[in-house]
């Protein structure tokens, strides 16, 4: 009888509240922890490693909403990078690649959660998708494998903050190296920038580039491009990529470099994955934060952290977590009901994304033998790769990128190789000009979901709403396409056609046609001195809410130039190290 009354309770909620309507689920208390981060990307996995290290009697629970990167759907290295052309040696049942292989293509629906922005009116109306990582590694277990450091006067502009003063570049310095397994610099030489001992394998292009490359530095230098090396000297200009992979040609995410077996074995170290967290618990008061609720299947679960939360959930779903437990605009959470635990204006607000643009090109090369389809997809090739770790399937194709110097330009120069099928050319000698505006005007948003606080929230991209910003776009593809012809590298125009290209009021609307998000959102838990305009302090912790920090991308006040996985990395070694100070008093790496 009760039960039939409860769901008739349930039924009325659900007309009179349809934010939290659900169906029947069951609520117990799971086991006490000292630790609990939320999401095991990048910086989730990275905590949870060094919270087990650091405090060798702890227990700690990382929660992750997506499925485990040692799922055999990723593991099973009998799937190939590319199903199509493997069948005849593959199992019949396997549809989903190797996702260890840094040459390969990944289902959006089996590694990452779909995001799909509001319509964009300044976009024709478009809505903006975007993937986010849903697999322990996050990100770093199906990104591209970019390897840079930021650069020094990103540093320097963030320290320039009250309270921030130790992120300040030397200060980072310590923790790129501390957390960096270099295999290729020269110790000789930059002993003192590169680090060899660390857990995060960072390695040259394993494939050669196929295109002139002497002829492209002279060509950009005399266009007032200037060549660096980002990763040991973090100055601006054309340099070289480099990518996490590992010595046997696989890819290095977070959850192979920090939750290897040793973690994974240690019974103080619980993982629970296909767990999505629904809110933060409070202590009576408000004050304080004291274990999270999350979702496994119908079931809804709680746990409770005795010293400290930590939420690693990405730029979406950290705010997202943040509001639906009370904490964010108060005006925002009393129209849906939500009960104001601390009335925060900044949650969810300054969503910063780089704009980016493609334009593809024909080669002046003929088709190469490393580049042929046939060869490059073939079973011997694939056999290389996981026999002895070697071979095209070990690389991937941007050695060359710009970030910043004196052209104040992003870039990346993709030799796309053998993949004709998904343009719909015949040919396999073109490339790809991928560029980014990393100093956008426009600002977007993160709102909850006005019929589910618990699903995905309302996503305002704002990419290009300030005209300006499709300005900067506009001359890096210029700039570029000009270096690229003068050094002899292209022979002709396929995205978009010559007519765009040599029409500017065309190619400007090109640019707004084709715009698409980088997936380096930031800035929607932003660091800062200033509660009414951020989030967390210099040590991450949430203004007004004690126990409670936010760790991932989301705290950037400003996007960073580089792809920014070992800024990640390092910055989660240096928040972990302000974690230990603040219970064994052991000063970080750095401090100035």
Not at 110 to 131: A, C, D, E, K
Not at 160 to 166: A, K, Y
Not at 277 to 298: C, D, K, M, Q
Not at 553 to 572: D, E, K, M, Q
Request: aromatic fraction near 10%.
């Amino acid at each position: 009888m009760y039960k039939h009354v409860f769901t008739l309770i349930c039924i009325i909620l659900c007309f009179t509240m349809p934010v939290y309507c659900l169906e029947e689920t069951t609520t117990t208390t799971t086991q006490t922890y000292q630790w609990i981060v939320v999401g095991a990307g990048c910086s989730g996995a990275t905590l949870a490693r060094k919270l087990l290290d650091y405090f060798p009697n702890d227990k700690v629970l990382l929660l992750e909403r997506g499925i485990d990167n040692l799922d055999p759907v990723f593991t099973d290295e009998t799937c190939s990078p590319e199903p199509h052309i493997f069948n005849t040696t593959r199992p019949v049942n396997c549809t989903y690649p190797a996702i260890i292989a840094p040459r390969r293509s990944v289902s959006p629906a089996l590694g990452s959660h779909i995001y799909t922005s509001i319509p964009q009116p300044q976009l024709r109306n478009r809505s903006i998708s975007f993937g986010a990582g849903n697999v322990t590694g996050g990100g770093t277990s199906i990104n591209g494998m970019v390897a840079f450091r930021a650069l020094r006067e990103e540093f320097e502009e963030i320290s320039s903050t009250p309270g921030l003063e130790e992120y300040n570049y030397h200060a980072f310095l310590p923790y790129y190296k501390k957390m960096e397994n270099n295999q290729n610099s020269n110790p000789k030489v930059f002993w003192d920038r590169n680090g060899n001992s660390g857990r995060v394998p960072v390695t040259n292009h394993k494939v050669g580039s196929i295109f002139n490359e002497k002829a492209f530095l002279k060509a950009s230098i005399a266009n007032g491009i200037h060549p660096t090396d980002i990763n040991t000297i973090q100055i601006g200009g054309l340099t070289k990529a480099q990518a996490t992979i590992t010595e046997n040609g696989r890819r290095a995410s977070s959850a192979i470099n920090y939750l290897d077996s040793t973690a994974r074995n240690n019974y103080r170290f619980t993982l629970k994955n296909i767990s999505k967290v629904r809110r933060i618990l409070f202590n009576s008061a408000g004050t304080a934060a004291t274990g999270v609720e999350y979702r496994t299947g119908n079931q809804i679960l709680s746990a409770l952290a005795t010293r400290e939360v930590i939420i690693s959930a990405g730029t979406v779903e950290s705010p997202r977590i943040l509001k639906s437990s009370g904490i964010g605009p108060s005006a925002e959470l009393q129209s849906l009901g939500i009960p104001v635990i601390k009335n925060l204006p900044a949650v969810g607000t300054n969503y910063f994304e780089k704009p980016l643009t493609l334009a593809n090109f024909r080669l002046t090369i003929p088709d190469n033998p490393k580049m042929n389809t046939s060869i490059v997809l073939s079973n011997s090739t694939f056999r290389q790769w996981k026999m002895y770790g070697t071979g095209y399937l070990a690389g991937w194709n941007n050695p060359w990128a710009v970030h910043g110097g004196s052209s104040d330009l992003d870039a990346e120069f993709h030799e796309q190789g053998p993949f004709p099928d998904t343009t719909g050319y015949n040919f396999t000698n073109w490339m790809r000009l991928i560029c980014w505006n990393a100093h956008t005007k426009s600002r977007g948003s993160i709102k909850l979901n006005t019929t589910d606080i618990y699903g995905n929230p309302i996503i305002d991209v704002a990419l290009l709403r300030d005209p300006s910003d499709a300005d900067k776009l506009i001359e890096c593809n210029y700039k570029f396409r000009k270096i690229l012809k003068e050094a002899g590298i292209i022979s002709g125009d396929l995205l978009p056609s010559t007519s765009v290209w040599e029409n500017p009021t065309a190619f400007r609307d090109y640019v707004y046609s084709i715009v698409s998000a980088t997936q380096h959102n930031c800035g929607t838990c932003k660091l800062g001195s200033d509660s009414s305009v951020a989030v967390v302090d210099g040590r991450h912790k949430v203004f007004g809410i004690k126990n409670l920090r936010v760790m991932d991308y989301s705290i950037f006040p400003y996007v960073l130039r580089v792809n920014p996985a070992l800024t990640l990395y390092a910055l989660s070694e240096k928040l972990a190290d302000y974690i230990r100070e603040d219970y064994q008093s052991s000063p970080p790496l750095g401090r100035v």
